[in-house]
């Protein structure tokens, strides 16, 4: 037979992968410096502007 599952230690594994996930998602969206914050922000203006005069009148 195979060995019985601690299902608290199971659980908690869980949580913590989930966390490191959680910590990983946090630190690319808020770990970022100002001027590459900056950039990213243009950059998505740009692309909002392109988009916008792309669009059909009707």
């Given at each position: 037979?195979?060995?019985?599952i601690?299902?608290?230690?199971?659980?908690?594994?869980?949580?913590?992968?989930?966390?490191?996930?959680?910590?990983?998602?946090n630190?690319?969206?808020?770990?970022?410096?100002?001027?590459?914050?900056?950039?990213?922000?243009?950059?998505?203006?740009?692309?909002?502007?392109?988009?916008?005069?792309?669009?059909?009148?009707?």
């Amino acid at each position: 037979m195979t060995e019985p599952i601690n299902f608290n230690k199971a659980r908690k594994a869980l949580h913590k992968q989930q966390a490191k996930a959680q910590a990983a998602a946090n630190r690319a969206r808020f770990g970022r410096t100002k001027a590459e914050k900056d950039a990213e922000a243009l950059a998505a203006e740009k692309a909002r502007r392109e988009l916008e005069g792309k669009k059909r009148e009707e």
